[in-house]
T-cell receptor, first 113, second 116 residues
Framework: EPEVTQTPSHQVTQMGQEVILRCVPI?????FYWYRQILGQKVEFLVS????????KSEIFDDQFSVERPDGSNFTLKIRSTKLEDSAMYFC???????????FGPGTRLTVL | AQKVTQAQTEISVVEKEDVTLDCVYE???????LFWYKQPPSGELVFLIR??????QNEISGRYSWNFQKSTSSFNFTITASQVVDSAVYFC?????????????FGTGTQLKVEL
């Protein structure tokens, strides 16, 4: 069964460093998303992406964040200068249509020291 | 703005008991979608069900059932004859159509512990 994959599973970085989190959505899906979950808290929407552009972003998704679909298969989230409060589990998701269910990847745990 | 409330932070049951997880949502939109996701200890988010606002039929899938009541803005989830493998955090989520981004708004989750 097709699934969303994410790499790495765990990333440790120093405050102020740039990180890139990678996702491979399900191959025939057209809508892509990033969410994050701070430990023990609820899942929060960051950004949605369709047709090579951002369709919606949350207040969390400030200028330090960017997304890209560099080729036909990958979808990346970049954090330019990480802060301690960026430590969280980051989930990528994809859906075949805008109204379809979103399928989530296993997540990347980001730890900022 | 939309909001999802899961008032039960944690529920503990003994195996084979039935358990209901509550979800109350708020939105001004008349068209919306409701979801349940399961997050087992391994951390991934597993899709369970999607419901649109025009379909108030209850749904049953094996030991799982969902009760959608528009009048009370609730979308409750019942597990019948619970099993240890059901132990997880369960999230209810809402998606409205305005905004264009199809974002999911999640509740805070209910931690379900099923013990022997």
């Amino acid at each position: 069964e097709p699934e969303v994959t994410q790499t790495p599973s765990h990333q440790v970085t120093q405050m102020g460093q740039e990180v890139i989190l990678r996702c491979v959505p399900i191959s025939n899906h057209l809508y892509f998303y990033w969410y994050r979950q701070i430990l023990g808290q609820k899942v929060e929407f960051l950004v949605s992406f369709y047709n090579n552009e951002i369709s919606e972003k949350s207040e969390i998704f400030d200028d330090q964040f960017s997304v890209e679909r560099p080729d036909g298969s990958n979808f990346t989230l970049k954090i330019r200068s990480t802060k301690l409060e960026d430590s969280a589990m980051y989930f990528c998701a994809s859906s075949s249509g805008g109204l379809s269910e979103q399928f989530f990847g296993p997540g990347t745990r980001l730890t900022v020291l | 703005a939309q909001k999802v409330t899961q008032a039960q932070t944690e529920i503990s049951v003994v195996e084979k008991e039935d358990v209901t997880l509550d979800c109350v949502y708020e939105t001004r939109d008349t068209t919306y979608y409701l979801f349940w996701y399961k997050q087992p200890p391994s951390g991934e988010l597993v899709f369970l069900i999607r419901r649109n606002s025009f379909d108030e039929q209850n749904e049953i899938s094996g030991r799982y059932s969902w009760n959608f009541q528009k009048s009370t803005s609730s979308f409750n989830f019942t597990i019948t004859a619970s099993q240890v493998v059901d132990s997880a955090v369960y999230f209810c989520a809402l998606r409205i159509l305005t905004g264009g981004g199809n974002k999911l708004t999640f509740g805070t989750g209910t931690q379900l512990k099923v013990e022997l």
